[in-house]
């Protein structure tokens, strides 16, 4: 039996999916520039490219941070309501 925090699990699944759906999109729309571009086109095309790549970057961070509570879901341990430790006895043998 593995005991695993469901919430902290699902959290972490969803911030992966999120992540990683972000990523190929970003990675999709790609700005492009063409030969010839104009002084502002220039401009225009570096800070787009800048803003993709930052973004790419906070959709990492999203993904990292989802994996890493995935991993802490299979440790993490619900405390008991009633406050008292579970003790068990060994048989007399």
Do not use: C, H, W
């Not at 220039?42 to 994996?67: H, P, S, V, W, Y």
């Amino acid at each position: 039996m593995v005991l695993v925090d469901k919430k902290i699990l699902s959290g972490g699944i969803v911030m992966l999916i999120v992540g990683i759906t972000i990523s190929l999109y970003l990675n999709s729309v790609i700005p492009i520039g063409t030969t010839g571009m104009n002084e502002e086109e220039t401009r225009d095309f570096l800070l787009k490219q800048r803003e993709n790549q930052d973004m790419n970057t906070l959709a990492g961070i999203l993904i990292g941070i989802g994996f890493l509570l995935a991993l802490i879901s299979f440790g993490a341990r619900r405390k008991r309501k009633d406050g008292a430790k579970k003790i068990e006895k060994k048989p007399a043998s």
